[in-house]
Nanobody, 122 residues
């Protein structure tokens, strides 16, 4: 059974930091691209950061470049999102996403976690 379990969300003041984790199970993690998305109230879900299966290709939304860092540990089947210099506009539910096998090209499967709430107060 595929599971993506996000953790690490919470309430933080503007300028603070949080580290999100997504623990994966039920599929071959090292063969999947991993991404973090977020969805704020009344807005569409948007891509925040993405990494390919070996971590060699990473992309960020312009709004988080220089503040967020995505990383993965294939030995622990976990992907992380380090969020620094948080702003109120970063408030959203953050979702973990897995696509593969074989990264995004020709991927057969896409999995989603349940999400974790991040709230940044001003």
């Amino acid at each position: 059974q595929v599971q993506l379990a996000e953790s690490g969300g919470g309430l933080v003041q503007a300028g603070g930091s949080l580290r999100l984790s997504c623990a994966a199970s039920g599929f071959t993690f090292r063969r999947y691209a991993m991404s973090w998305y977020r969805q704020a109230p009344g807005k569409e879900r948007e891509l925040v950061a993405a990494t390919n299966s070996d971590g060699g290709s990473i992309n960020y939304a312009d709004s988080v470049k220089g503040r967020f860092t995505i990383s993965r540990d294939n030995a622990k089947n976990t992907v992380y999102l380090q969020m620094n210099s948080l702003k109120p506009e970063d408030t959203a539910v953050y979702y973990c996403n897995a696509v593969g096998p074989g990264d995004w090209v020709g991927a057969k499967y896409a999995y989603w976690g349940q999400g974790t709430q991040v709230t940044v107060s001003s």
